[in-house]
């Protein structure tokens, strides 16, 4: 019969480390200790009235390291560094993070805003074959070469400056704008996209009982293109195409 250590390892350290990344800054979070991300917490975000004093909490226990939502109205999108699985933490509810990189973004007012969470001993580590859901082939069985552009125009904010760890997220007459398009089309070509998305499982694109997209919509569908790897810097290239020379993409 096994029977335990006189000494066990502790949990700590067990666990490791975290490194918590948000534009230039790096903070090592310590094995056994807990660290919060908000308005006035031990990562101060700025003083956007939006977003909570105590947003987001990352924790070890029994070992493990966890990220929490200790908000009550703001969502975060989570994510594999490398895309692979996609997640929307809600109020009130925790993650374990076993990656060894985990992106997280969340949107207060119209501020994005996204940061790393780097495990010194992660649980489980992504294939190596695996490029995303930026990989052209896996995003072409998702998303029409529309939908990609619309979505790199929606999330090009973040795209450009996400490495600042936050950007101003556009509004819908500037998207439109962008793509050379009223207003009333990039509605329409949006909710089209929140139900095609919604059917596939994804959380948080719903539309009101009107069939409207709010903002919370929006932001919800930039932190999904960008953290999902829908996306990338890559796509910026066909945009300005399209935006500048009315590159001839098919709308399906």
Not at 58 to 86: H, K, M, P
Not at 151 to 160: D, Q, S, V
Not at 217 to 244: H, K, M, N, P, Y
Request: proline share 4%; with cysteine; aromatic share 6%.
């Amino acid at each position: 019969m096994m029977t335990a250590p006189d000494q066990p390892e502790s949990a700590a350290e067990h666990g490791g480390s975290v490194v918590l990344g948000f534009g230039e800054r790096s903070e090592r979070i310590a094995a056994g200790t807990a660290f919060v991300i908000g308005r006035g917490a031990d990562l101060s975000i700025g003083d956007n009235p939006y977003v909570h004093r105590r947003f987001l909490e990352v924790a070890q226990r029994d070992g493990v390291w966890w990220l929490t939502n200790i908000g009550s109205a703001l969502t975060a999108s989570v994510s594999s560094a490398e895309g692979a699985a996609q997640s929307w933490l809600a109020p009130g509810q925790s993650m374990p993070l076993v990656f060894r990189t985990t992106a997280v973004m969340f949107t207060g007012g119209s501020t994005m805003y996204e940061f790393s969470l780097t495990l010194e001993s992660p649980v489980y580590e992504e294939p190596a074959g695996w490029r995303g859901a930026g990989d052209a082939e896996n995003a072409a069985e998702l998303l029409s070469p529309m939908q990609r552009i619309l979505l790199t125009a929606l999330a090009e904010p973040l795209l450009r400056d996400g490495d600042a760890g936050s950007a101003r997220m556009r509004t819908t007459d500037e998207v439109a704008a962008r793509l050379g398009w009223t207003p009333e089309k990039l509605e329409r070509r949006l909710g089209r996209l929140c139900d095609k998305l919604s059917r596939k499982g994804v959380r948080g694109l719903r539309r009101s009982a009107d069939a409207r997209l709010g903002d919370a919509q929006r932001s919800r569908l930039a932190e999904i293109a960008v953290g999902a790897r829908f996306v990338t810097v890559v796509d910026l290239e066909l945009l300005t195409a399209f935006a500048t020379e009315d590159v001839d993409v098919p709308a399906a």
